[in-house]
């Protein structure tokens, strides 16, 4: 059902952290979480759309910069406030060495 | 009135709000009232001098909390309502109608009101202020394209005000007493980019210029400068900086020190009354105890939550760094920590062009660090470092400099 899309090399990120991917005028934020899992989630945090590549992943969570609202980027799960509304996730697998994010 | 007594919190801003729903957040199921002088719900303000002036149409407030989630949240929203009182020997707040309402435990949550100018006369001669959404939308219907506008002070909330009046057009010009600009708060270094910014934009930046009289001419308004040149102006606002609100706290006898006085568990001198946000000073632990009381957004939020557990009996110390942005044009500015505190500066920069300046005490501790970038370039760096300020940490300054190591890596450093 999902349209995989080549996002970036598995070296592109770093553990803990995250990178920006646009794709077709949509932004998404693509993850490596400390354990070396690759997670991907909507671009733009779901209070006042501050890029979420500029946020800070400690372990599961990444932090807006903005306000610093908090989502668990596996499971796009909001924190409470200033955050309300749970992040969007796609699906990602990993083919020789490349990361692809399922959309759509 | 026969009701059991609940919290009660007066003032319906960040912190306000912030404070009524953290209540219920840490398990505070009986009355719950705020009460707020505004007529509308809480309203986030640091649009006003941002989006609301530049945005293409006047627009509502950016609401905190809508009617239905105060409703969900089994919050007694009184609006329009100024509490005039407060009777700590029958533990009642009284309201401006005479309506008294009980409470086990008060916050004080009333913040601050934008300094008037002490010029006489400067009211009658139609200054205008920028602290209230009513404010902004009487504001942003002057800023017509053409229209002269005279921002005396160059702090944060009038040079986010002449960013927004050059973007609608209007020709600005700032008049700063000080030899820089936003000297309260940031470097030389950053303040001296926002100036060649707004230059760059066309504003006409006066720093070392007072205002000495005032006089309304043809429906314009003559300020007279300190330099003994005038300026004709369609518009003046003052943007002086604000004074905390606190004229309830005082009446009932509370003590107050640059700001309703609390101690690190925000108490007042009353155990059962706590105090919040911008209306408020305490003594900061991280910087030797030193009393300070900030105008800063996050605070007013983090302090809101603080209090909220505290008056739930949670002794919890407020031990916060400091944290403020400022929106000009396409640039963000970030302070973490208390730039003032710091002795010496290491300097960072980023492979990117982005400086981090960073403030270390006598004794090696980080203290501070501000960047200037585009939008949020600088912002997980600066939120890096006031993890390191929180942890006390005192990284060495080559390493703080070099772009090459991470901040990150330095905190993992950080015994927790
Ligand atoms: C134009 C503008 C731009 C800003 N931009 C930024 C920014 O970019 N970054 C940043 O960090 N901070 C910014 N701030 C600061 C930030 O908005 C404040 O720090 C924050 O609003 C403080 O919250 P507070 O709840 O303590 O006080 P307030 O927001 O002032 O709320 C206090 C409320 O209490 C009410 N009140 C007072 N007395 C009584 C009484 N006796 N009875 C009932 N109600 C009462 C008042 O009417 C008011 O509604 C900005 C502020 C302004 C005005
Ligand atoms: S924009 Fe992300 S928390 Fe506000």
Known sequence: MSEWIAACAVDDIDPEDVIPFRHDGVDYAVYRSPQGEFFATAGHCTHERMPLCDGLVMDNTIECPKHNGRFDYTTGKAAGAPVLVDLRTFPVKIEDGTVHIGIG | ?416
């Open chain 2, 1 to 416: 009135m026969g009701t059991v007594p609940g919290m009660v919190v007066v003032g319906g801003g960040e912190c306000g709000a912030r404070a009524a729903f953290a209540l219920r957040e840490a398990g505070w199921n009986g009355p719950l009232t705020l009460v707020g002088a505004e007529a509308v719900p809480p309203y986030e303000r640091p649009p006003l001098s941002k989006s609301m002036m530049t945005g293409p149409h006047a627009s509502a407030p950016a609401t905190i909390c809508d009617a239905e989630m105060l409703r969900n949240g089994g919050i007694d929203f009184i609006a329009g309502t100024t509490a005039t009182d407060i009777d700590r020997d029958n533990h009642e707040v009284v309201l401006a109608h005479g309506r008294r309402i009980a409470y086990r435990r008060l916050l004080v949550a009333t913040g601050a009101t934008a300094r008037p100018l002490p010029i006489p006369g400067a009211a009658a001669d139609g200054v205008r202020y920028l602290r209230s959404h009513s404010d902004a939308l009487a504001l942003r219907d002057r800023l017509r394209p053409g229209a002269r506008i005279g921002v005396i002070g160059g702090g944060f909330i009038g040079l986010e005000l002449a960013a927004s009046a050059t973007l609608r057009g209007c020709a600005v010009t700032v008049v700063e007493l000080a030899p820089r600009l936003m000297s309260r708060g940031t470097t030389p270094q950053i303040a001296a980019v926002v100036a060649a910014r707004h230059e760059r934009a066309g504003v006409d930046v006066r720093c070392g210029t007072g205002v000495a009289r005032l006089e309304r001419r043809d429906g314009a308004t003559l300020l007279g400068l300190t330099t003994g040149e005038t300026l004709l102006c369609d518009t003046v606002v003052a943007g002086i900086g604000a004074v905390p609100e606190t004229a309830l706290a005082h009446k009932a006898g509370l003590a107050v020190d640059n700001g309703v006085r609390v101690d690190t568990r925000l108490t007042t001198s009353d155990p059962d009354v706590f105090a919040a946000g911008d209306c408020c000073s305490w003594p900061h632990p991280l910087y030797g105890g030193r009393r300070i009381r900030l105008e800063s957004w996050r605070n007013a939020r983090d302090q809101g939550g603080a209090a909220a557990r505290n008056m739930l009996g949670a002794d919890e110390p407020f031990a916060t760094v400091p944290w403020f942005w400022s929106d000009q044009y396409d640039l963000t500015l970030h302070i973490a920590g208390l730039p003032d505190a710091a002795t010496t500066e290491v300097v960072r920069r980023r492979h990117d062009g982005v400086e981090i300046r960073f403030g270390l005490g006598p004794d090696g501790r980080l203290l501070t660090a501000s960047a200037i970038g585009t939008e949020s370039a600088a912002a997980r760096d600066i939120r890096l470092a006031e993890l390191l300020i929180a942890r006390r940490a005192t990284p060495h300054p080559t390493t703080l400099a070099d772009p090459t190591v991470s901040l990150k890596a330095l905190l993992r450093q950080e015994p927790h």
